[in-house]
């Protein structure tokens, strides 16, 4: 059975209330359905997306939800997507509008950084609440990294809406790090709305060498760790990355060419002269 939708107006009253029962104050960042809703890109939303800097500002927006009628969600009920999401915690009214709370990562992945929190907007406030609103931009990024059904669709809707390519692409970059290639998530979205759709970004181009050159970096980076820890062989190095001989040799070739590993009897190490 097909969840409701619920309108702005809800989705601001129920801000509303939560926050006239907050005790300290809360900044509150919107970041999904709901906040593409105050840009004017859907009429209606199943849950509201928000997410915080700091653990202590979600705790205590969820006691606020606890008092104001919403109970949490089982993890078994819900779908594979959802669960997917490894949101900090899912709360729910007796009306079936759902509170996905995210404390500083989004999905493991993107985190509430410096930057986007320059850009958001100052939405509304309610008792202790202040509720910013992502950028469109932002909002884009974010959802390039999530799995939903309504996902895909909602990524159509805000790169028709003149976004600043620029804006993400630098977004994304920063938000690269050693567990995640963020470049990676965002061009198979890309991808998708150019082959399904005929909808080509201005920076579609650039992010394949982009994101190939950031997993080779991975790649070598990982590498040195393993061999730095133990010497061993390629067979070994392959069963630890779980991958084909043809990822691994090429970075091995490099490495060995530049000096930073070397050949042993058992296979690979460490040069321990750089």
């Known amino acids: 059975m097909a969840r409701v939708r619920f309108d702005g107006g809800y989705v601001s009253s129920e801000l509303i209330k939560v926050g006239n029962t907050l005790t300290t104050p809360v900044n509150l960042y919107l970041i999904g359905g709901a906040a593409m809703i105050r840009y004017g890109l859907k009429a209606a939303t199943k849950d509201i997306d928000v997410l915080f800097s700091t653990h202590e500002e979600a705790v205590e927006l969820v006691r606020a939800h606890r008092k104001s009628g919403y109970h949490p969600i089982q993890t078994s009920r819900l779908t594979p997507d959802y669960q997917a999401m490894f949101a900090t915690q899912i709360l729910e009214n007796a009306d079936g509008f759902r509170w996905d709370v995210f404390h500083e990562f989004v999905c493991r992945k993107l985190i509430l950084s ?106 070598e980076d990982r590498i040195l760790r393993e061999l730095d820890a133990t010497p061993t062989g390629l067979e070994n190095l392959l069963k630890r990355f779980g991958c084909e001989k043809e990822t691994l040799l090429p970075s091995l070739a490099r490495l060995e060419k530049i000096g930073r590993i070397k050949r042993v009897r058992d296979g690979y190490a460490v040069n321990e002269k750089i």
């Open 114 to 219: 410096p930057d986007m929190i320059r850009r958001a907007k100052s939405l509304q406030k309610a008792g202790h609440l202040m509720v910013w609103l992502i950028s469109k931009e932002d909002i884009f990024l974010l959802k390039s990294v999530t799995e939903r059904d309504d996902d895909v669709m909602d990524l159509l809707m805000l790169a028709r809406s003149k976004l600043d390519w620029d804006a993400v692409l630098k977004e994304c970059l920063n938000q690269s790090r050693d567990d995640f290639i963020c470049e990676i998530d965002l061009y198979d979205r890309l991808d998708v709305l150019k082959t399904s759709y005929g909808l080509e970004t201005s920076i579609y181009g650039r992010i394949p060498k982009i994101a190939q050159d950031q997993m080779e970096k991975w790649i």
